[in-house]
């Protein structure tokens, strides 16, 4: 895979986890738009540092 296509798979696998999460948290949960924002943000979060420890895992030891 290239730079660009894993940098917007990426990106959409992060949007996608913050628009459910945002979705589950105010709907099924019933919780406030602000809790549900800050909820789906810290969401991205997790999702982008679980996708960079991926990242790295894949590219270590192509250095040689």
């Known amino acids: 895979m290239g ?3 894993t940098l917007a798979f990426g990106g959409f696998a992060a ?3 913050a ?4 979705l589950l ?3 099924v ?3 406030d738009v602000q809790t549900a924002v800050s909820e789906s943000l810290g969401a991205i979060l997790i ?3 679980v996708l960079s420890v ?3 895992i894949r590219r ?3 250095d040689e």
């Open 29 to 31: 949960a019933h919780t």
């Open 60 to 62: 270590s030891g192509t």
């Open 54 to 56: 991926i990242g790295a």
């Open 3 to 5: 730079p660009r296509v």
């Open 15 to 17: 949007l996608a986890v």
């Open 25 to 27: 948290s105010s709907q």
């Open 47 to 49: 999702a982008m540092i």
């Open 19 to 22: 628009i459910g999460w945002f």
